[in-house]
Structures are given as structure tokens and as C-alpha cells.
């Protein structure tokens, strides 16, 4: 490895000194060994060429001792192997625009550049989703969409050079997150490559998986697990219309306080983006937008829909801001006025990087309420040591980013940056913030990395990398430090035994203290809350540990549309609690006694958001307790967080294999005073499939949609919408049920019919587990109309069909279910059955497994 000292680099060597470099000779055999695979034109061996591959937009420099270019999936594959058996660090490199160090090789080794594959392999606009290659960029896809009158939400600040890949292997964020969510939400299923070669896929991130979230885990693992290879992405139907507007306020408190006041009015904007007095003056002399130099701050707010709703909005918005004393709203005439307004927020960067050798970016995100706050923490902290902070947010999600311009050079600068940058982590940590909300940990904040987490999560977070990636191959030294000494076998566990046990804890330390218990006592653990639903896994087959005592709400942030709740909590409870104060969780049932622990262990589905991807899309954090009683917080109550790993992911659908959840932070959302339901009958499926279909590509779709075949009533499709834009809704719900000859029938109120559709859905549950069979598949929606074909051939067969997702759930009977396509697993009295996944990622599963339960203590799903 060079060790060359290059300008502007920062010092690393205290984080290095101890740390295994690249072999000489192993560096040279394996240059070797690439020379006779891949073509000449594909690798950078000479210093000078390598430079170039040195660093990213921070000021970290370190130069890779070889480069490659791949050119697809094998070649991918090819290096992987390569390097593995020569044990030379690899980290996979986009466009390296990201904003920690992340893709900087400060161990040396090889640089593996994707760049090369930006091939757009598929546009499945039936099923709404995009298959590509890690090195499209961003723009491209969105160009590819646009022709078909879809668009993929994410759109980071890098957006016209940022590669796909790097976007997720960032979870990039970006201005319109604050309607439509982060990369992670919008995420299907990877392809990668494992540290040993294994090329493979992860399994569906939609709500039909079976095993762990592979791909949540790995979204925003910023290359130190595996190498992406192909990504499958949600697309979503290209809104109407667009408006877009620029509010002055004198101060950027005032901005800010719009900010709530718009929330609070049940405005859903796409994008609340905020400059501050400093910014404006920076970016008006870079690229005359327009902005007024003298305002104290500016919101950009744009809102997108039908043009009746956007209207709708907009006077909304204007009269909150005239109350919050808006000195002037601009609303953008054309297309090309909006671009300007666009072209002054996007040039903050560079604008600022005018000013000096270098800068210095940070991403804290706090608690939407506390943003103000956090940016008079920014600047006093500024104050304190030396420097003239300019400030931008994007205000809807919490999310600031300050900047700091100093010399590399001047040692006593860099010094004080540094100090002025942990200042300003250490201030948004003790605001309940996130250290990171889209830009990652990388090389940049590694060491800061200790303010939020504790050693507990932090060595957690490094076995879940040494889980994926034992020998340490990928992207050294970025996100957590490696674990402490090598990995040990657990203690062989004494036998583990079943046995009647009355363990209901009633707070954390008791239900710590009860798996202290049952380790030392040989016994193996079933959690549940009410134990409905292990019924559909085969059933609690070990000791039960109940935690329906632990009921409480922990938090209640109405302003900034969080509530925190203790694990044992009846989900019809919480929804009840909520739907009193105008918020709703869409995944919550109104009937039943299932828990939201439970709900969330088992990853239960649920309608009334047919176009998210579960429970995953409202985590946003979560306490669990592990096999050795250790309690472990992971996540924070802010709309965005990349600082680590996405740990809370692991926790949806693992049926409590990892451990006990006790407490849960979930995103709300407003509950309209009008909503929508109704429903379409006909003879066959396949009608009302294909209106569906029809409806899930239009931009005014009902946001739930599903179809039954039950009771032996006729198939109908249920439509319900519970957000802004009904009336729009509701007239092409009929237009298009129109098109199709069918008529709709409407009901007056909702929540009786809810409730009904949920009982009657129990109701078959029940007698097809006691009676005959359940299963449950998915597939994308291009092929349900196999899964429909196959469902009519059994006439006594009932089923659930969910065009949103392309899940399907059968009610038999029978003992036995039919061959259906998709079908992921099924109980009946003669036993359980579940798709088995590959052996690469059983053995991730057991190794994950470990991690959080070693001595085996927790109940594992058992297949016949």
C-alpha cells in the first residue's frame, strides 16, 4: 500500500496503526491472477491512474494499491473470489460522491468500480418495480421512467451523478422523503455477492417473506457486507401535477415554525427544504435563483397530486404561512421558474465550496420539533470555535446540514473543525437525534459512532458484519470498528427443555431477568403477547414468555408523529389511542387482540396501505432483549437515521428467534376526517384483478386495495383510502370501475365495515387452521394471474389476494393446499411447511443467530 502523504488528507494513522495492511506479495499474485481474467483495459495499477480513485467528497485521501472495472454480476463475482483467496481488501466504488469516506481504501486494496454496469435490465410497470444494474445513475432511471409515467421517489442531492448502488449502499435520502420515504423504503431485493463468491439474491423485502430481512440489513451497509450487483426497486405512478413554492420569513425560527404548523394542519407536502440568511447570500452569488438576499431564511415547499387537490393545498398553505407571518410567498409560474427555485437549493454545496481549500459537511438529524433548536446549537457552536457555519435542512424531516469551510493545510484549523465538528454530533445526540440521517458513517464518523450507541449495540453491529463477511474482506474500518478478538463458540448449552413457566415481566428488568432464568434453568423461551399468531408458524412449541403486561406508552411526540410503546400493547388499543387525536399506523388492526410486538415479529400484513413494503416502512426503532438478558436500543424517534446499521430491520419477521422486542418507536400519520370504502363484485377473479392492476398504475389510486374469494360469497375487490385526496380518489375509482362495466358500492362509514372485514377474515383463519389448511405466498403482481388460475381450479378453495404486493393467502378445507406459484409456507394439523432459502443465507441466519442468542434459548420456527 502507498503511504504517501497527499494534500488535503486527513490524519488516520491512529485508526490504522494497529490494523492488518495488504500483503506485497499476495497484492502482486493477485494482480497477477486479474491480468488473466479480465481484460487490461479493466485495471489501474499505476500510482498516477490510482489517484484518481483516492477519495470522495470529504477531505479523506488514501489510494488504492489496484483498480478494477467490472463490467457485470460474474465478472463481480470473479474479483470477489480473487481476493478472497488472497486476502486483499475490496470496497465497491460508484461515482464516489458520498459524504463520509466511505469508499476511500484507508487499508489499501482493491478498488472494485461498478460504474461500467448501467444497463436498466427491466421496467415492470405491471408489477411497479425497476430491475438494474448497481452503476445506473439516479437521473437515468428517473429519465427511463418518466416515458412510462412512473418515477422512483429517492432523488439525493447527487442525483445526476450518484449511481444506484452507492444510493443504496448509502439508504440516500433526499428532499422528498418527507412524503415518500429513503432508499430502504423503496428497495425489493438485491443481488450481491457474499464475501466467499456466492452470487445470490436476497429474499423479498415485501411483506410475503419468510426469513430475515436480508435486504433491509444490507441497504445502507455501505459496502461492508457484500457487493451489489443487481437491484430491483419500487416504482411508484408519476404524480398529476407539480407545484412549487418559496416562502421568505425573517428569521429561520420563523421558517421553522411554519414547518409545524403545516404538519399540524395534515398538509402532506413532498418536499419542505430550508437555506438560512447565510446560505441565500452564498447560493443567489453562485447561480442567481432568484432568492432574496436580504430574507433571513427561505422554505422551498412543494406539493404533488391531481391538480384539484394541489389547488386545494395550496391555499391551505398559503393561509398557515399568512398566520405564521410569511413576509412573501412566491409560487412558481413554470416549469422553468421552479427549476430556478430547485437549481438555488441543489448549488448549496458547491456554492459553499467556493470558499475555501475545503469544506466540511455534517448530517444530523433530529426530532422535527427540536430542528430550530439544533441550528442554534450549529451556530453557537460555530462561534465557539472560530468558523462562520452556513446552514440548510431539509426542514421536513429534520434533517440539517451545516457546513464548515476551512484549510486542510492550516493545522490549527483542521484541529478546530474536527473539535467543532463532534460538538456538533455530541449537541444533536443529547436532542435525541441521529448522528447521521443520510450520508452514513463511512471513514468520516466511525469514531462518533460511541456518542449514540453504547458498547452493547456497537459490538453487535460488528459481529452482524462478521455474520456476512467472516474474514473482514469488505471496506475495512468503515461503519464499526472490527469485534474484538476472534469469533468464539458458544458454550455448549445444557439441555434445553420444555416446561409449564408463569413468566409474565411486568417492566424491562423483570423480563431481563426472566431470560437470565430460563438460560440457566436449560429452558427454551416462545415470546408472544397473546400467542394468535404462532398458530400460523406450526404453533409456541417451548416455555411461553407473555408480555402482554408490558403495555405502556413510553413516548407520545404528536409533533413530530412518533409514539413510542412497550411491546405487549393490543395493536386495536393503540389504534384506538391514536385515531382519538386525527393519527393513524396503516398496518394496525381495529379488532383482535394481537400485540404490536407481535405484530411486528411476525411481520403481520395488513391492506389499508397496499404500496408500502410492511411493518419495515413505520419502524423506526426499537428496545429488544437478547439470549444473554442484555437490552439493546436501536433506531431514534427522526424520519431519517443511517448511523450504522439498520439493526431494527432484523427484528421484523423473526418470529422472535433473535430475541424479545419490548419497546417500539413508530412513525404515525394523519387520519383525515374523510376517508373512503368500498367495494366491486363480479363473478370471476380475473376481472377484478386487472382492475386492480389498473388502478395501482394511476397516481389518484386508493391507497388499499384487495380482493377475496370467501364464504362463498362472489369475488369482490375492496378499495379504502385513508389520506388526503379523496374526492380525486373517488372519481377515478368510479371512471375507471366505469371503463370496466362494474359498478361500485360505496359505504357510508368505514369503521364498522373495517372491523367486519377483519373479523371475517379471523373467522376463516380459524377454521382453516382447526379444520383443514392456511398458507401463504407472494409473487410479483405480473404473475398473480397465474396464482388466480390455479385458485379457481379449487372450487371450495378461499382466498386473499393483495394486488399491492403480490401476496396471496389460502383457506382450505383440505389438509392439503394446492401447487400455487409463490407459495411460501403452509400449516395444517399434519404439520408445518416453509420454503426453505439458500445455504448461503442459512448460514448468515445461524451466524446472525449467535450474535443475538448464543447459548439458543429462543424458540426457532420448527418445519416438518
Same mark, same amino acid.
Given at each position: ?163 444506484? &448502488? ?14 415518500? &420515504? ?82 399540524? &394542519? ?255 434453568? &436449560? ?342
Amino acid at each position: 500500500m502507498d503511504t504517501k502523504v497527499l494534500t488535503g488528507q486527513v490524519d488516520r494513522s491512529y485508526l490504522t496503526a494497529h490494523q492488518q495492511r495488504v500483503d506485497g506479495d499476495q497484492l502482486a499474485a493477485l494482480i497477477r491472477e486479474l491480468k488473466q481474467v479480465v481484460e487490461s483495459s479493466q485495471i489501474l495499477d499505476d500510482y498516477d491512474q490510482r489517484l484518481a480513485f483516492s477519495y470522495d467528497a470529504t477531505g479523506e485521501r488514501c489510494v488504492p494499491d489496484v483498480v478494477v472495472f467490472a463490467t457485470g454480476s460474474e465478472e463481480v463475482q470473479q474479483v470477489v473470489t480473487m481476493c478472497a483467496r488472497h486476502h486483499v481488501y475490496l470496497i465497491a466504488r460508484g461515482s464516489s460522491s458520498n459524504l463520509s469516506g466511505g469508499t476511500t481504501p484507508v487499508l489499501g486494496g482493491l478498488i472494485l468500480v461498478l460504474t461500467r454496469q448501467r444497463r436498466i435490465l427491466d421496467l415492470d410497470t405491471v408489477s411497479r418495480v425497476a430491475e438494474v444494474e448497481p452503476g445506473v445513475i439516479n437521473a437515468d432511471l428517473q429519465q427511463a421512467l418518466s416515458a412510462h409515467g412512473f418515477f422512483y421517489p429517492p432523488d439525493p442531492a447527487s442525483h445526476k451523478i450518484s449511481t444506484l &448502488g452507492g444510493n443504496v449502499a448509502e439508504n440516500s435520502g433526499g428532499p422528498h422523503c418527507i412524503k415518500y &420515504g429513503v432508499t430502504t423504503n423503496h428497495v425489493v431485493c438485491l443481488q450481491v455477492v457474499l464475501g466467499d463468491g456466492s452470487l445470490l439474491w436476497t429474499p423479498t423485502a415485501r411483506d410475503f417473506r419468510t426469513g430475515l430481512d436480508f435486504t433491509g440489513i444490507l441497504t445502507g451497509s455501505e459496502g461492508t457486507m457484500a457487493v451489489i450487483t443487481r437491484i430491483v426497486l419500487d416504482i411508484w405512478p408519476k404524480p398529476e401535477t407539480t407545484q412549487t413554492m418559496l416562502a421568505v420569513f425573517a428569521s429561520p425560527e420563523q421558517a421553522l415554525e411554519a414547518v409545524q404548523a403545516i404538519i399540524s &394542519g395534515q398538509v402532506v407536502p413532498s418536499t419542505l427544504e430550508l437555506l438560512d440568511k447565510k446560505s441565500l447570500q452564498l447560493v443567489e452569488s453562485f447561480v442567481h435563483a432568484g432568492y432574496p438576499v436580504d430574507a433571513g431564511a427561505v422554505l422551498l415547499i412543494e406539493v404533488d397530486g391531481d391538480s384539484a387537490e394541489i389547488s386545494a393545498q395550496v391555499g391551505k398553505i398559503r393561509a398557515i404561512l399568512s398566520q405564521q407571518g410569511v413576509q412573501e410567498l412566491k409560487i412558481a409560474a413554470t416549469d422553468l421558474e421552479a427549476d430556478a427555485f430547485w437549481r438555488g437549493r441543489r448549488a448549496h454545496y458547491g456554492a459553499a465550496a467556493r470558499l475555501a481549500p475545503h469544506l466540511w459537511i455534517q448530517d444530523v438529524t433530529v426530532p422535527r420539533p427540536l430542528l430550530a433548536d439544533m441550528m442554534n446549537d450549529v451556530l453557537n457552536i460555530g462561534r465557539e470555535f472560530g468558523f462562520d457555519i452556513f446552514c440548510a435542512a431539509h426542514a421536513g424531516d429534520g434533517n440539517l446540514h451545516p457546513i464548515i469551510t476551512y484549510d486542510p493545510a492550516d493545522a490549527d484549523e483542521l484541529r478546530r473543525m474536527k473539535q467543532a465538528d463532534r460538538a456538533i454530533l455530541r449537541a444533536c445526540v443529547a436532542r435525541g437525534g441521529a448522528i447521521t440521517g443520510e450520508h452514513g458513517i463511512g471513514l468520516d464518523k466511525i469514531e462518533n459512532l460511541e456518542l449514540m450507541y453504547g458498547n452493547k449495540e456497537r459490538s453487535v453491529m460488528a459481529n452482524i458484519k462478521r455474520a456476512f463477511d467472516p474474514e473482514g474482506l469488505f471496506n475495512p474500518l468503515k461503519v464499526v470498528f472490527p469485534p474484538s478478538g476472534s469469533p468464539a463458540d458458544s458454550p455448549p448449552p445444557k439441555e434445553l427443555r420444555n416446561r409449564v413457566h408463569n413468566w409474565n415481566p411486568g417492566n424491562l428488568q423483570q423480563l431481563r431477568d426472566a431470560v437470565v432464568q430460563a438460560r440457566q434453568d &436449560g429452558l427454551r423461551l416462545s415470546i408472544g403477547g397473546g400467542f394468535q399468531r404462532w398458530r400460523l408458524v406450526g404453533g409456541a412449541p417451548d416455555t411461553p414468555l407473555i408480555t402482554s403486561a408490558l403495555n405502556g406508552v413510553m413516548d407520545y411526540d404528536r409533533d413530530n408523529l412518533t409514539i413510542e410503546v412497550q411491546a405487549g400493547m393490543q395493536g386495536k388499543q393503540l389504534l384506538q389511542l391514536l385515531r382519538a387525536d386525527g393519527l393513524d399506523i396503516p398496518f394496525l388492526p381495529s379488532s383482535g387482540n394481537d400485540t404490536v410486538g407481535g405484530l411486528i415479529a411476525s411481520n403481520a400484513r395488513h391492506w389499508r396501505h397496499s404500496f408500502l413494503l410492511g411493518w419495515r416502512d413505520v419502524v423506526l426503532g426499537l428496545e429488544w432483549v437478547d439470549g444473554l438478558g442484555d437490552s439493546m436500543h436501536f433506531g431514534r424517534k427522526t424520519m431519517k437515521n443511517v448511523a450504522g446499521y439498520d439493526v431494527a430491520k432484523l427484528a421484523i419477521g423473526s418470529w422472535g428467534t433473535l430475541g424479545v422486542i419490548s419497546r417500539v418507536i413508530l412513525r404515525l400519520r394523519p387520519y383525515p376526517a374523510r376517508r373512503l370504502w368500498g367495494y366491486v363484485m363480479n363473478p370471476q377473479i380475473q376481472p377484478l384483478l386487472e382492475l386492480g392492476v389498473q388502478m395501482s398504475h394511476h397516481p389518484n389510486r386508493p391507497e388499499g386495495m384487495v380482493l377475496t374469494r370467501w364464504n362463498n360469497e362472489q369475488p369482490r375487490l375492496w378499495m379504502a383510502h385513508q389520506a388526503g385526496g379523496v374526492s380525486v380518489t373517488q372519481q377515478t375509482v368510479e371512471s375507471l370501475c366505469g371503463q370496466n362495466g362494474l359498478d361500485v358500492h360505496w359505504s357510508d362509514n368505514d369503521i364498522e365495515p373495517w372491523r367486519e372485514w377483519e373479523e371475517t377474515r379471523q373467522k376463516l383463519q380459524d377454521e382453516s387452521l382447526r379444520h383443514g389448511s392456511w398458507g401463504e405466498g407472494g409473487t410479483k403482481t405480473a404473475q398473480l394471474t397465474d396464482v388466480v388460475k390455479e385458485i379457481e381450479a379449487v372450487p371450495d378453495l378461499s382466498a386473499i389476494i393483495y394486488p399491492g404486493s403480490g401476496a396471496y393467502e389460502l383457506y382450505s378445507s383440505q389438509c392439503t393446499l394446492p401447487v400455487v406459484p409463490g407459495l411460501t409456507r403452509g400449516v395444517s394439523r399434519d404439520g408445518y411447511w416453509q420454503e426453505s432459502v439458500e445455504s448461503a443465507w442459512q448460514k448468515i441466519t445461524s451466524r446472525l443467530e449467535k450474535v443475538f442468542d448464543p447459548h439458543g434459548i429462543f424458540s426457532k420456527i420448527v418445519k416438518e
